[in-house]
């Protein structure tokens, strides 16, 4: 194929106009491959012997009596409290701003605005995990189990990174308990100053590792797919029951505890958003009906001139989130199953996969895949992530009712500011995105401190699970393709 080719067709057609943009963008194709890192297949001779060999059981003390998880908490309350003091929520009010209070909110701008956060840089981070001990406590982490429920309930996080290493480290404390595990994946692009401080960090942990392969990630690009992919064949050599994947925005509406409680209701079923009605248009269409390639130079996604076959399987494209809860079944189909390889393959030169692989695997009842849903997506709220977006307002009405951000919109997404805490305080999702730590940064001190404050009082605060229970999902059981119990099951 080449230009004459397709000034041959365009006259034909009529469609003169476009021929130079047309030729322009398949020679700038022609330039460029379509990837760094060929996709990675994930295959075993024997499915069974790599759990069997890679599974390491990391023995932990078992915490029977209620006084040990009190001492626990009582111990919490005593350090991790005091280390975690935050000198500028001395100046705002946070349960006032939490409520809705437009004086206590606008106090709250006005004391942002006039006093800079000081951050903690790459080399400090470095510095400080250089005496793990130290670092750990002085950070205020979560060092023994709170609960029985959630020392047998072990749950995944992949947090993909870029940048940031103080919001990442935020984060990964603000969701840390011992009994979990963390992948962190660094862009394989990032200053190298970036994977140091963050290998630092995750030495201090036996439960939190730097991916094994990292990623060059670009947007709308299968590297995304692959970065996830990466942590998720890391992270079956523990023991977990769900998979959670974050980015470094990212920050919890909900304590470790009210995680446990919402995805042991979850049993067994992923919470995958997808929808095939918003695929229909022609813009989303191009998405899989033309081959894309990626510009690098650039970190720009264009479409080619060549169409695409039709994808195996006979499966219906679904759109969703990029992420997800997913079981740990559902992990070990994506990586293990043909099924899941060869449409991973398939979607290898597509926009945006990210996007689309799950929800297509979770929505197409015939691919078998655990955890997923034979049930109407389109009528299915989607809680693993909240996030307002300014041209799909439409979508909000699936879980919640139309909140105009308060805070700033970049490439259409809302950036969480102070005027949003009320929003946030009461969101049954289980994590926002997204937040920058430059913008209004008294909304994340405000959220942290929020969050602290529940895992502390977890013991006796009443945690309502009733919007959970009327998921389509969980409340009709049959709507849900269930794994078998095995080799794969962590209990």
């Given at each position: ?118 951050t903690l840089s790459n080399d400090d981070y470095t510095s400080m995990a250089a005496n793990c001990s130290r670092f750990v406590e002085t950070r205020g982490y979560v060092t023994r189990p709170l609960s029985q429920e959630e020392y047998e309930f072990p749950i995944a996080f992949s947090i993909l990174m870029f940048d940031g290493v103080e919001q990442v480290e935020r984060l990964l404390r603000a969701v840390y308990v011992p009994q979990n595990v963390y992948c962190i994946h660094v862009d394989y692009k990032a200053h190298p100053a970036v994977l140091l401080a963050m290998k630092a960090v995750a030495r201090c942990f036996p439960n939190v590792f730097i991916a094994s392969r990292l990623e060059s990630v670009y947007w709308g690009h299968i590297s995304i797919v692959l970065a996830e992919m990466n942590c998720l064949h890391d992270l079956l050599r523990y023991r977990w029951r769900y998979f ?248």
């Amino acid at each position: 194929m080449s230009c004459a080719w397709i000034r041959s067709r365009a006259k034909r057609y009529s469609f003169k106009p476009l021929i130079g943009v047309v030729c322009a963008v398949f020679l700038l194709n022609m330039l460029f491959d379509i990837t760094d890192n060929p996709t990675v297949v994930y295959t075993s001779t024997s499915h069974d012997a790599y759990i069997m060999h890679h599974v390491r059981r990391r023995p932990l003390p078992v915490y029977e009596e209620r006084q040990s998880y009190a001492e626990n908490i009582a111990r919490l309350q005593s350090v991790a409290a005091r280390r975690r003091g935050n000198d500028h929520l001395r100046h705002v009010d946070c349960p006032a701003m939490f409520s809705g209070d437009q004086a206590a909110i606008e106090r709250g701008r006005e004391y942002a605005n006039a006093h800079a956060r000081k951050t903690l840089s790459n080399d400090d981070y470095t510095s400080m995990a250089a005496n793990c001990s130290r670092f750990v406590e002085t950070r205020g982490y979560v060092t023994r189990p709170l609960s029985q429920e959630e020392y047998e309930f072990p749950i995944a996080f992949s947090i993909l990174m870029f940048d940031g290493v103080e919001q990442v480290e935020r984060l990964l404390r603000a969701v840390y308990v011992p009994q979990n595990v963390y992948c962190i994946h660094v862009d394989y692009k990032a200053h190298p100053a970036v994977l140091l401080a963050m290998k630092a960090v995750a030495r201090c942990f036996p439960n939190v590792f730097i991916a094994s392969r990292l990623e060059s990630v670009y947007w709308g690009h299968i590297s995304i797919v692959l970065a996830e992919m990466n942590c998720l064949h890391d992270l079956l050599r523990y023991r977990w029951r769900y998979f959670i994947n974050l980015s470094g925005q990212m920050f919890p509406l909900h304590t470790n505890a009210e995680l446990v409680k919402v995805l042991r209701l979850y049993d067994g079923a992923n919470d995958i958003e997808g929808t095939f009605k918003r695929t229909q248009g022609q813009l989303m269409k191009i998405r899989q009906t033309l081959s894309w390639r990626l510009l690098k130079p650039f970190n720009l996604m264009l479409p080619t001139v060549f169409p695409k076959l039709k994808p195996p399987y006979g499966v219906t494209i679904y759109k969703g989130s990029n992420q997800a809860a997913l079981t740990r079944g559902f992990a070990e189909y994506l990586l293990f199953n043909k099924t899941a390889i060869d449409l991973l393959a398939w979607f290898t030169d597509t926009l945006a996969p990210d996007e689309h692989l799950w929800p297509t695997i979770n929505h197409n009842p015939h691919l078998r895949a655990p955890g997923s849903y034979t049930g109407d997506p389109e009528t299915k709220a989607f809680t693993a992530r909240g996030t307002i977006w300014a041209s799909f307002a439409d979508q909000l009405a699936w879980s919640w009712k139309h909140w105009d951000c308060r805070g700033k919109w970049v490439r259409q997404i809302c950036i969480f500011g102070i005027g949003d805490l009320p929003w946030l305080r009461d969101r049954p999702e289980l994590f926002a995105n997204k937040f920058h730590s430059d913008f209004e940064y008294i909304v994340y001190d405000c959220l942290e401190e929020l969050i602290f404050n529940r895992t502390l009082d977890g013991h006796k605060r009443q945690f309502n699970v009733t919007y959970y229970e009327r998921l389509p999902f969980v409340r009709n059981r049959e709507f849900v393709i269930l794994a078998k119990r095995g080799i794969d099951d962590p209990s």
